[in-house]
């Protein structure tokens, strides 16, 4: 028994079982009978319903996350495990490989763990064969599952995220803007988030009526995107007569590796060449010059995400998927 | 009723109780006999004994981590997340902060979970104070505790750690052999392993005679290292008449701002000044020149912990303390 089957049963919605069990003045009498009838005639009490029946819940939520080292994640790691604590909520933290089977694994060992909610922790975990997302909806059936920076329509799931295209987008215009015609694109991840942020480059170039060269779209694999590599990479095309005179990246680790190509080939940043990265990570003041990137709000996504969650644990109306705009954070590596 | 408490009703230690569960040879039929009468004698049966007694556990591993966006915790929580994972146990992470509560707490809610054991992550978990130690002899009574780069002397508890002291030790000593006279050490902790650290580099003027200037030992409060602030406060210490020839840091990220400093003081590195980190972290790639650091084994550590608690767990004897050596890696920034 649980959210879903409450709500199937009493031929009402989530959101209504969820007002019901929150006393909201906003159900009518007849509905709250029929949904109390319903959860009365069950023995169980889901964990999902303890904290709205006043009784003791564990007052966590699980995180689940496919890569802890991955420095975006970490960060939002950290920030959402602050927010939840000032909300009195412990949080469990399972990690997964990117492999579906990986992922339901951790869904149903956050849901064994009686954990109050669910954070899925970035778009790598929606897919775009529906099918494979079907864990997300049965986990949506026990408790509220919010997605960091992914959205996926569906009862009891949340999308809180930044708008990677149109963030990618606005860099790349002002790049051309400056006059740049050549921009190599780097990017490690064909994901959700990934694809967004290709196309925002193609809108861009298609807005200024310039071509997109094929060559300039350049793909590292995770493993393969060490500084050093990016480097020797951008050398090796160089040597193969590809022109750019702008380097944008999907993530300001690989912006680091182009601004060593720029020092190994002698190219002045931003004079000769200009490079904007992606995350405005603390490694953007570590580089010399120091590195130009998008801010994708990761602090103001995850404070909307533990907003969400104890809305919706409060029986509260939320927004379904909620939407925050970048903002490209000018430093030395632009003109 | 516990490990502890069962080792002590049979009058033997907690060693041989684990090896009576895992029919070890190394038990007299005796002994055999008089810690089964205990366990039977109890109808509980404590989760840790589970495996043992050929039950299903919930194959989980706790980690309690004091700040999950520290690069060498969140770097540290990759690594044993990972190793784990191939040992077929998942990990719960709980988030603490530094005070003795919250880091009680954390443990309380990993037990509450049920895991298998637990991994105190970063020498930060042990105080000076023995009374304040307690909540680890106590969880050490359930499950098995290891620390990560901390030692702790206590039945059920292993400590896996570099030799931050000798490593700093050989660090200032090779800034010393070079003839630097004038280090500035900065550093941002003051923990267990953050003394041991002061200790190595304030040995290594003693072993060559150098007397240790006190106007050399720069903290920085966690809050307050990031990279401009600590390039700042070099500066004003050279206006302010301070002579250095060296830096050494407790921590990479604050050799990146000892390299800001450089260069807005027009200091050449490594010819005017020589620099090097610790922990040999991804940032040590990123700065311009490539930062000496030391290496202080963080994956040998938690593949070792990992090792650790899959020995204890089949009832192995293994060893309390393990200690490897830290490593100098030079790159641009020492001659």
Redesign the interface.
């Known amino acids: 028994m649980n959210i879903y089957d409450i709500s199937r049963r009493a031929g009402v919605s989530i959101a209504t079982v969820s007002r019901v069990l929150n006393n909201s003045p906003h159900v009518s009498e007849n509905t709250r009978k029929k949904v109390m009838a319903v959860i009365e005639g069950t023995g169980y009490v889901p964990n999902a319903f303890a904290r709205g029946l006043g009784l003791n819940t564990?007052k966590?939520i699980g995180?689940l996350c496919p890569?802890?080292?991955d420095p975006y994640l970490?960060?939002a790691?950290?920030y959402l495990?602050?927010a939840f604590?000032q909300q009195g909520y412990?949080?469990?933290?399972?990690?997964t490989?990117k492999a579906l089977l990986a992922r339901q694994?951790g869904v149903e060992?956050l849901k064994?763990?009686h954990v109050d909610g669910i954070v899925l922790m970035g778009s790598s975990f929606i897919e775009d064969d529906p099918s494979e997302n079907d864990y997300i909806r049965d986990a949506a059936r026990s408790v509220p599952v919010i997605l960091l920076n992914a959205a996926f329509p569906c009862d009891n799931v949340y999308g809180v995220q930044c708008d990677d295209q149109r963030a990618v987008n606005e860099a790349t215009l002002s790049l051309l803007d400056s006059g740049c015609r050549r921009i190599l694109y780097l990017y490690h991840s064909r994901n959700y988030s990934g694809r967004k942020k290709l196309t925002g480059y193609r809108d861009a170039h298609a807005q200024r009526g310039v071509e997109v060269d094929e060559k300039l779209l350049c793909f590292f694999d995770q493993d393969k995107g060490?500084?050093?590599q990016v480097r020797d990479t951008l050398l090796q095309l160089e040597k193969d007569g590809l022109c750019f005179d702008a380097v944008l990246t999907s993530e300001d680790?690989l912006s680091?590796g182009a601004?060593?190509y720029a020092?190994a080939a002698g190219r002045r940043v931003p004079e000769d060449l200009s490079v904007i990265g992606y995350n405005n990570s603390?490694?953007c003041?570590?580089?010399?010059p120091e590195l130009t990137s998008v801010d994708n709000k990761l602090f103001a996504i995850c404070e909307h995400i533990v907003t969400t969650m104890m809305g919706v644990l409060d029986g509260k109306e939320m927004p379904q998927k909620t939407v925050f705009t970048g903002e490209l954070v000018k430093r030395e590596t632009t003109k």
């Open positions: 564990m966590t995180l890569d802890a080292s970490s960060q790691l950290t495990e602050r604590r412990d949080c469990l933290l399972s990690c490989d694994q060992l064994s763990r060490s500084v050093h680790i680091v601004l060593k020092r603390s490694l003041a570590c580089t010399e």
